[in-house]
């Protein structure tokens, strides 16, 4: 993994590749990748559509090695969406594969100069980019079982669907998962846009011919990645229940705490919450042939996914993810599991991201547009978006353009991006990171939940303003640093409870690079990311005004605790400025 | 007095979701999960009426109980 691969997508004739050294950029992977090379690179003030933008994809640090859960892979870009610097990541096999290849990014640059749609095929041997307009248009599913009879089934791949070629706020990038499904997105900001104004509708991997990724220290490496593993094993949350139940395990507890956001952010918890359970959802996958233990790249040991069949026992999708489940279920007022995990495959095929999708249509109802409880209008409304009509042109623009196009007040989102599944005034901690991410609200920038809710890593009242600014400040920095190992999130759960797993995770990445990294250098990597990202935005426009959440937040209560959001704007501003 | 207790995930194996129980006044937390069999460390958090409660709180009469084992997710 010494290489960054550029293609210039707007060079006369044909794509133009240039393979160069790492430079400046030895030493990053994943997030802290993407992010160096976009606040570097790319002008902050240009359109996220234009030329000028930069569509980076690296692995994590640790990826194509022998390392269990060390399968994420980062993309970035300015983001159409909120207009700030974008890091989405997702699991599924490209990471490893781009890694086992050699390359530390893919830089996707220039535009084309008309509307040809090109793929782009990568093996040992090297690299072809051919025109292919008979992709137009194709969704995810479709896409890829073209890929496999062309290319065979030792591929993976990363592409976008309808909505990214229709340059869409909500679109997604697909990558692709052990079974060869598109069902692992990056979700956020729009990032499926971006590859779309590239022209790029799917880039293929085949690392045929490649061996794993060697460690400087193999003996090292192998003892680390041993602790590492049983260290996950032995913690209840990553050895036990995500492997039993999934995400979706967290519908019950966050509408049983009252901050789980039901139609559209009106109330904190949901009446059907039981029905759309992760207890349920792991039973239902159960009895119908499917499973809800699997992981979703080689080398996971958490597996917290899985597989959703319909009721005839036929494949639908994968299982749904707590996100997706709230998104399309209870902030919609919907409780049909099938009518949810139908939402979560339309969502993949088109390329599409479900957080983003499902606040969207909330606002749409909140403004008369379907009935809150609709399942088939919720449906019907996703279809729209697929297809490109009119309306779904709307709604593929996000929750805050939904919102003003349809005069609605009550829209929860943090520099245009839609808040995910916790309501910031029952879980305060979590309101802290949607205010002040350099990526707009997201869950994963600095995941308090596990503090105010799980008991995971200490305990901070999520009810209570003391305390949350702290936490939200050394989550969002641990997070940019394990964002940019290629190591899945979850991992987090065991090493915030477990200074031993901790420690065998530094210790992989210091047999793997040969370095003597301790838990002060993990701290500045993510400290420098967080800075790079917040120089960028700042750059772009960005100023601690937009380091803020909605006015009703701090205004109308939510039931059943009766809170609001009442942390100060100027504790808000110490969260990166202590 | 009565009691509701929800017990979720792997604690509902063998027990129950839902069940309104019949406690005599004073009881604690910890009262209530030797009454249903559940040791502390398999009750990793506990929510009385919505909030987080330690296992030496009190319950009233009407009070809801939500027991669960380490999850996570997100």
Known sequence: MDKILRIDMGANGNPKITITELGDY????????????VSKEVPPLCHPLSSENKFVIAPGLLSGTASAMSGRISVGCKSPLTGGIKEANAGGQ???????????????EGKPVDDTLYKIYINKNGIKISPDNSLKMLPNYELIAKMRDEYGDKIACISIGTAGEMKMNVASVACTDMELRPTRHCGRGGVGAVMGSKGVKVIILDDTGMSMRAPKDKERFKDANKRFVDGLMKHPVTGKALPAYGTNVLTNILSEAGGYPTYNFKEGSFAGASKISGEVEAELEKQRGGNPTHGCHRGCVIRCSGIYNDKDGHYLTKQPEYETVWAHGGNCGIDD???????????????????????????AMDAGIAKFGDAEAAINLVKEVGKGSYLGRILGGGAAITGK?????????????????????????IGVTYATSPMGADHTAGYAVATNI???????????????????????????AVDSTGMCLFIAFAVLDQPETFQALLDLLNACYGLNLTADSV???????????????????FTKEHDRLPRFFSQEKLLPHQVVFDIKDEDLDKVFNP | MKITVKLFATLRTGRFDEKVIQFSNNITISDTLKEIGITSQEAAIIFVNGRHAEFDQVLYDGDIVSIFPPIGGG
Do not use: C, H, W
Not at chain 1, 97 to 107: C, E, P, S, T
Not at chain 1, 409 to 422: D, F
Not at chain 1, 423 to 428: G, H, L, S, T, W
């Open chain 1, 26 to 37: 030895a030493g990053l992977g994943g997030r802290g990748m993407t992010s160096a090379i």
């Open chain 1, 94 to 108: 490209p990471a490893q594969v781009l890694a086992r290849l050699g390359y530390a990014a893919i830089v996707l």
């Open chain 1, 337 to 363: 599991m099938d009518a949810i995990a139908m939402l979560d495959y339309l969502d993949d095929n088109y390329g599409v991201d479900t957080i983003e999708m499902g606040a969207t249509i909330a606002v």
């Open chain 1, 405 to 429: 196009v349809f005069g609605v007040e009550r829209v929860p989102v943090v520099k245009g991006q839609a808040m995910p599944a916790y309501d910031p005034r029952a879980v305060k901690g």
């Open chain 1, 454 to 480: 799980l008991k995971v890593g200490g305990f901070v009242d999520p009810l209570k303003s003391e305390g949350q600014i702290e936490l939200s400040r050394n989550l969002q920095i641990a997070t940019a």
């Open chain 1, 523 to 541: 701290v500045e990597l993510g400290k420098n990311i967080l800075a790079m990202e917040r120089d960028f935005n700042s750059r772009a426009g």
